[in-house]
């Protein structure tokens, strides 16, 4: 699983955006704004990963239980695989 070409995150003062850039900004229009926990999970999808690695890394990260970070995962990424952001 990996975010497709054509979207970016950005820092703008102490707020990570992400939007759509050439092609998809006209798919895409408008941004993401995403908290601490969302820039962690973005930067593994940008990289490529599956969801159970991107489960591991984030149990470690958080110290959290597997149920807990799957749900959590699940929550961040329906609207992500809805855009079609995600391929």
Known sequence: MKIKKGYILRQVNDKFLVAAIGK?????AGYILLNDT???LWKKLEKGIDESKLCNFFMEEYGIDRNTAQK????FLKPLK???IIE
Do not use: P
Request: proline share 0%; hydrophobic share 35%; aromatic share 14%.
């Open 38 to 40: 969302g820039v962690f």
């Open 72 to 75: 959590d995962i699940e929550e």
């Open 82 to 84: 809805g855009a079609n």
């Open 24 to 28: 998809e900004s006209k798919k895409f």
